[in-house]
C-alpha cells in the first residue's frame, strides 16, 4: 500500500463506485456476526456485529453507491478463514486487501497493521509514529473509519489511559477479547523457558 499525508474522512470516489459490484457473505463467530465483502480486487470490508442484518446495514451504509450481491463458495471459503483467525489468532490472515481512504487514513491503518499480535498502542503513539502527533483525534476518526476489522488492527489502539476505544466494530467486551485472544495466541507460540540448572 502506499501512503501520503492529507487528513480527512472517506471521499465518495474510495467508498464505493457506481454500479460497482460488491459481493459479501456473513457467518457467526464466539465475538458476533462476521461479514467479508469482496470487490474484484480483494476483500474491500470485514464488520463484526451482533446482528447479522445490522451488518448488511452497516455495508451498504459504507459503500452506498455499490450494487451489493450474496457472495459464492470462494467467497464462504475466505469467510471461513476470517472467523478461524477470530477465534485463534495463530492462524495466519494474508488476504487480499483493497484498502480505500484518504491519504492520511492509509498512513494510519499502515501504522496499525505494523503492530504486532499480542502488542498493544495508543492513538497518541501512532499519531507520532506518522509524523503528525497533534492529530490524535484524526488518528482516532481514521480508526474509527477502518472498513477491515481484524485485518486492519486498530483494535490494538487503545486510549491514553490504556482502557479500549469501543471502536466502531467491537464495542469494549469484543475489543478487549480479541486482545487477549491475540495475547494468548502470542504466549503460546513462545518456546518455553529453559529450566533453571541445579
Known sequence: ?????????????????????????VGQSSLGSILVAFSEKGVVSILIREDPDQLVEDLRNRFPRAVLVRGNRDDEKVLKRV???VEEPARDLDLPLDVRGTAFQRRVWQAVREIPAGQTTTYTDVARK??????????????????????????????????????????????????DREADAVSRKRPAPAPDEE
Not at 136 to 141: D, E, L, P, S, T
Open 130 to 179: 506518522i509524523g503528525a502527533p497533534n492529530a490524535i483525534r484524526a488518528v482516532g476518526n481514521a480508526c474509527s473509519a477502518n472498513n477491515l476489522a481484524v485485518a486492519v488492527h486498530c483494535h490494538r489502539v487503545l486510549h491514553k489511559a490504556g482502557s479500549p476505544t469501543g471502536g466502531n466494530h467491537w464495542g469494549n467486551g469484543r475489543q478487549r477479547a480479541m486482545i
Open 1 to 25: 500500500m502506499t501512503m501520503a499525508s492529507r487528513h480527512g474522512r472517506n471521499s465518495p470516489g474510495d467508498v464505493g463506485r457506481p454500479s460497482e459490484e460488491i459481493r459479501f457473505a
Open 83 to 85: 472467523v478461524d483467525h
